[in-house]
């Protein structure tokens, strides 16, 4: 397990696990967090040993946004140049989440809230425990959203549901958050972990290469034509193609047996 102050990591069986670790403060974002997400995307990103992410919360509490605390210490004229660091770190972090080709799988081990519910929306499936609470809280605190949720959010709900959670910071129940679609799944809670490990296990042994290409392909649909989307499409299954895994899948299919893809 490599050494990190907030958050813990390890590479098992081309899982790559991210732990946030700040349990005393309810694992809220401060710079030293966000520092070390950015370093453990970049591993995340270039290790050919990670085919699937697993990233949680140590404790109660899934993240509780940013460290309000770690704020208010610094001096009131340099919380700016402060809060730039920190987002710096963070979407740079996020950003590599997006590119990676391993799917990111959240496992929500309790309440989100801000930066929080930021990290969720990134997440490729997100697994969340039934007594799991969803707020975006930002401008409670006189502040706006950061972490990526201004992009994601008004995609997956809709902008006028993505006004509302924002302005209002209303509280969503984990059965509310799943028919809105912001998580995949509700799951009791003594189960998340074990259903987002099996999960993970089973991405991490698919085709990797393929399953980025997808990756890929849905972040771009929502920004590119009808023309350009499909071009794209061109491009990466050709590119699929010349892969072993496509090789060994397309063999496998003939031969009526399952696949062995090796994520190359």
Sequence with gaps: MSNYSSLNFEVRDNVAHITLNRPEAANALNLALA???????????EGTDVRAVLLTGTGKLFCAGGDLKSFAAQPPEELAAHLKRVTLYLHTAM????RMRAPLVMAVNGSAGGAGLSLICAGDIVL???SARFTMSYTRIGLTPDGSSTYYLPRIVGLRRAMELALTNRALTAREAE??????????D?????EAGKLAAELAHGAT?????VKRLLYASTNNTLAEQME????LIAECSRTEDAKEGIAAFLGKRAPKF???
């Design 179 to 188: 028919a809105m679609g912001i998580i995949t799944r509700v799951v009791p």
């Design 95 to 98: 950003n590599r989440f997006a």
């Design 128 to 130: 969340a425990a039934e």
């Design 262 to 264: 090796s994520g190359r």
């Design 190 to 194: 003594a189960e998340v972990m074990a």
């Design 209 to 213: 290469n393929a399953l980025g290409g």
């Design 35 to 45: 520092q070390e997400l950015e370093e453990v995307s970049l591993r995340c990103n």
């Design 232 to 235: 794209l499409e061109t491009e």
